[in-house]
């Protein structure tokens, strides 16, 4: 039971850290490699099948994440971005949802 505290301190060390990197939704953008598949202006994807997401609205783009992240969203190309979304928490997709939805269409 020793543990606990460290765990609880490592956790909350690990959630300062990653709210810190959230401010900035460019950065985000690029180190979480959504520029990979969405291209660098969110608008150049990939491939053909993929989508274009630059102006999207900000609370469909949110719950779209949410769906691909937890499953709920599964079809068509959806397990393409699932892998990356471990890496992305739920602070993170407020803040890509701000910026992308920011981003000119
Ligand atoms: C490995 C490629 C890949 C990566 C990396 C990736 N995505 Fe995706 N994303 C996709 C694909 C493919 C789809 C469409 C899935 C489908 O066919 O239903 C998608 C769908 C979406 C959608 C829903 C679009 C819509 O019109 O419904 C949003 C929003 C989105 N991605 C944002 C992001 C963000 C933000 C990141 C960075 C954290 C990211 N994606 C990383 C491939 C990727």
Redesign the pocket.
Known sequence: MKLLPVIAAAVSAALICSSAFAVDGAKL?AE???T???GKDGKTP?LP???K?AG?NKA??EK??HD?KSGA?A????A??K???VI?SEA?IKV?AEY?SKLKP
């Open positions: 953008f979480k490699t959504c990979a598949c969405h990939l099948d993929y989508p997401i999207q469909y783009i779209q994440m691909i969203r079809n068509g190309n959806a393409a971005m892998g990356v979304m992305v993170d890509l992308v």
